[in-house]
């Protein structure tokens, strides 16, 4: 049998391609070589930050408000909660030249957007930052971007649930199986994994950190670097009530370069916090997924400490996450250069996940229609100087 398409990796890019390939044909397959969620790519970590005036970019827009509805209708779909709404709150100097995710003017840029679509927001600030949210220690040029529709996914039930729905739909599923190599002939592509082969018309690539493996040979075989991440739930010792999702929205402190999330585990459950880390290149295959005690004080003393008020240093848990950046921060949502049949997605660089639900919609339209009705002109691999 020839398939219609099949995806390969099933983090939250795949995850959302293959429920929204579902929803037009059953024939279609999804492969993954762990068994997702798992804890060794992209998507863990029980929270993901979503926000809708996105300073990435004003074009990412779209992206982010079509994956709030999607979000809603699999809700609705299914009684789970995957969208929590807690306001975001997105500190940082006006005229700051800090690179975020390596884009400059980051906090500009999300008031640009706001006005732009329209999005619900207030700016605040120091004396009002102060009143409001004495938890978070603010300097005297801080400004704050208030969003009220921002809040946090979470990110595992989010692949959870599509995948449920995908297999509802009729999509075949298969874990623990791993692509080793795709070859096109005759109008059809044999994909083969190590344990058999498989033939369809489309094929699309969601393979996360991994993802460079399939670009080797092509002028973009260099245009992705992995780097790990950690991320952190340190101790709430005092004022606990000042860090409940009723009195604290997600936060970017962004000219301080640390984000984070309000306790939603209780008291004990901790602060989640992180910075982001682009010193050495990884991979998925060496990377050290163990956080050292020394890391960690070094994170406390340096990020948490001066930021917040009633953080201790003990650290609850910690986990460690990659990022795959692309050299500007954009993502990559193209044909394989060598191939059309073949798509590929590295929607990552370390904001992507708030934009999964929309990326699965493209990707499905993509292989079944080849037209989009998002503009992805900023994410073709010819976007990218090679
Ligand atoms: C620490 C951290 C914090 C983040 N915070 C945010 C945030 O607050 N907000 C936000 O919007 N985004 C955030 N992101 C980004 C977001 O999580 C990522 O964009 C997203 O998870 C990337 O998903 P993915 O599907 O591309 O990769 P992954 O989830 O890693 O999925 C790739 C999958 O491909 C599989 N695979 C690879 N090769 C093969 C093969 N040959 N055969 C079969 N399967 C294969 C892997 O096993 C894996 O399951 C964060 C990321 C990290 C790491």
């Not at 390596?102 to 102060?130: F, M, N, Q, V």
């Not at 208030?146 to 729905?165: H, I, K, M």
Request: glycine share 8%; net charge negative; proline share 5%.
């Amino acid at each position: 049998m020839i398939l219609d398409a099949i995806v390969v990796g099933l983090g939250a890019m795949g995850s959302a391609a293959i429920y929204q390939l579902s929803k037009q044909t059953p024939y279609v397959l999804g492969i993954d070589q762990f068994r997702p969620p798992h804890t060794l790519g992209s998507t863990h970590g029980e929270t993901r930050i979503t926000r809708q005036a996105i300073g990435e970019g004003v074009y990412f827009v779209p992206l982010a408000l079509r994956s709030y509805q999607i979000w809603r209708e699999l809700e609705q779909r299914t009684g789970e909660q995957l969208l929590t709404i807690t306001g975001g709150l997105f500190i940082g100097k006006e005229q700051s030249d800090v690179q975020t995710r390596h884009k400059p003017g980051w906090l500009r840029t999300t008031i640009d957007a706001a006005k732009t679509y329209g999005i619900a927001h207030r700016i605040l600030d120091t004396a009002i930052l102060r009143q409001e949210f004495p938890q978070i220690r603010t300097g005297p040029d801080d400004i704050g971007y208030y969003e009220e529709e921002a809040g946090f996914l979470n990110p595992e039930r989010c692949l959870s649930v599509q995948l449920d729905q995908a297999i509802r739909n009729g999509a075949s599923i298969r874990t623990n199986e791993r692509m080793v190599s795709y070859e096109w002939k005759d109008g059809v592509l044999t994909v083969r994994t190590d344990h058999t082969t498989y033939q369809t018309r489309k094929l699309i690539l969601t393979t996360g950190s991994w993802i460079s493996e399939s670009l080797r040979d092509t002028p973009f075989a260099d245009l992705l670097r992995v780097y790990r991440q950690v991320l952190y739930w340190f101790d709430i010792q005092d004022n606990y009530q000042h860090y409940t999702p009723d009195r604290m929205p997600v936060f970017i402190l962004n000219d301080r370069e640390v984000y984070g999330f309000p306790a939603v585990g209780g008291p004990a459950g901790g602060l989640k916090l992180a910075t982001e880390v682009y010193a050495q290149p990884t991979s998925p295959q060496s990377v050290n997924r163990e956080v050292s005690e020394a890391e960690t004080h070094a994170m406390y003393e340096r990020f948490v400490a001066p930021n917040f008020v009633g953080i201790g240093p003990g650290c609850v848990k910690s986990a460690v996450c990659l990022y795959t950046m692309t050299p500007n921060g954009d993502f990559i949502i193209d044909q394989h250069p060598a191939n059309p049949h073949v798509l590929l997605a590295s929607a990552c660089s370390g904001h992507g996940f708030k934009h999964s639900a929309a990326v699965g919609q493209i990707l499905a339209e993509l292989a079944l229609q080849e037209q989009t009705m998002f503009d992805i002109q900023a994410f073709r691999l010819a976007s990218f100087d090679r």
